[in-house]
């Protein structure tokens, strides 16, 4: 059921004189969102490094992550090096497979005992 504006302004009145500051208490019920504090003032983030320890001339296996290259390879180079002129970034290393050589994260090579 629909008020017209002159009979919602009589039942907001009969409202008012019946509890009075009832109306106003309604408006002011929005609460504001607390601050909290999730990390400690003195929050250090732990920085997690993996670091793989291949060597130069081991025999590794490979698998790229959409399965391009998979196989046998070579390490030519490891990380910290400069191979070529180019400087290896860290945990990346040069490999031989299949008579070329790439440039490969430690996460898709896998040590052949």
């Known amino acids: 059921m629909s008020y017209n504006k002159k009979s919602l302004l009589e039942a907001k ?7 009075p500051g009832y109306l106003r208490s309604i408006r002011k019920t929005k609460s504001k ?10 929050f250090e983030k732990k920085k997690t490094v ?4 291949f060597k130069v001339n081991e025999l ?7 399965g ?6 070579l390490i ?10 180019r400087k290896i970034s860290h945990n990346h290393y040069y490999v ?3 008579n070329k050589i790439f440039e ?10």
Do not use: H
């Open 13 to 19: 009145k009969k409202l008012e004189e019946s509890n």
């Open 33 to 42: 969102p607390k601050k909290t504090i999730i990390k400690k003032e003195n």
């Open 50 to 53: 993996c670091e793989w320890n």
């Open 60 to 66: 590794v296996y490979i698998k790229d992550y959409n």
């Open 68 to 73: 391009a290259m998979e196989g046998i390879a």
């Open 76 to 85: 030519v180079a490891e990380s910290g090096n400069k191979f070529f002129g």
């Open 96 to 98: 031989l497979w299949e």
């Open 104 to 113: 490969v994260s430690g996460t898709y090579l896998r040590k052949i005992l």
